[in-house]
């Protein structure tokens, strides 16, 4: 079946450095989300990319989609404190509306 | 903006009794909800996706007689685990995708259940 991996599995950095997680699909997808949990919360969403090679910002975010639909990447620029959580992304397929969650990125920041 | 509703948050049952989540959309009418459980610093996992007046669809390895679900209403869907064993202790979330919201899928808040 369809799985979707990222890398790295957890990440500490000091506040102030870049943050990069990698998601890859084992399948084609047709739109990919990226969602943020903090601990003992549920998670939120934060953005859905569609098209091939999409990139979108949102303040110091910064979201990628792969050109073969298959990879995706977050990049926080300059992590905060606020920033600590598991960041998930979810892959969605052609012919259903299921999301397929990724084994999530684990960040912890030190001030 | 959209909120999914879960009840409740946590809960403690007895092994072999049958806990009820209750999933409600509270603010828009929710054509397709589906089912997470999470253990502890894993991944979500999809379990099932219920659509609104129809079956739900069980992922491969779930199964259907434990682990119940009704999507009855526009509004609601339960999940209920029969029959609960320790194993079932986990974290279950929902979530609900409604038509006017194209493809953004909305989380509830999560429901704790540990089975003793």
């Known amino acids: 079946g369809q799985q979707v991996m990222q890398i790295p599995q957890y990440q500490h950095v000091q506040e102030g450095e870049d943050f990069t997680t990698y998601c890859n699909s084992s399948?084609?997808?047709?739109?990919i989300q990226w969602y943020k949990q903090r601990p003992g919360g549920h998670p939120v969403f934060l953005i859905q990319?569609?098209?091939?090679?999409e990139v979108k910002k949102q303040k110091r975010l910064t979201f990628q989609f792969g050109e073969a639909k298959k990879n995706s990447s977050l990049h926080i620029t300059a992590t905060q404190t606020t920033d600590v959580g598991t960041y998930f992304c979810?892959?969605?397929?052609?012919?259903?509306?299921?999301?397929?969650f990724g084994t999530g990125t684990r960040l912890q920041v030190f001030p | 903006g959209a909120v999914v509703s879960q009840h409740p948050s946590r809960v403690i049952c007895k092994s072999g009794t049958s806990v009820k989540i209750e999933c409600r959309s509270l603010?828009?009418?929710?054509?397709?909800m589906f089912w997470y459980r999470q253990f502890p610093k894993q991944s979500l996992m999809l379990m099932a996706t219920?659509?609104?007046?129809?079956?739900?669809?069980?992922e491969q390895g779930v199964e259907k007689d434990k682990f119940l679900i009704n999507h009855a209403s526009l509004t609601l869907s339960t999940l209920t685990v029969t029959s609960a064993h320790p194993e079932d202790s986990s974290f279950y979330i929902c979530?609900?995708?409604?038509?006017?919201?194209?493809?953004?899928?909305?989380f509830g808040e999560g429901s704790w259940l540990t089975v003793v």
């Open positions: 979810a892959g969605g397929g052609w012919d259903t509306d299921k999301l397929i």
């Open positions: 399948t084609t997808l047709s739109n």
């Open positions: 219920s659509n609104e007046g129809s079956k739900a669809t069980y």
């Open positions: 603010d828009f009418q929710a054509t397709t």
């Open positions: 979530s609900a995708r409604g038509a006017g919201f194209g493809n953004t899928i909305y």
């Open positions: 990319l569609v098209k091939s090679g």
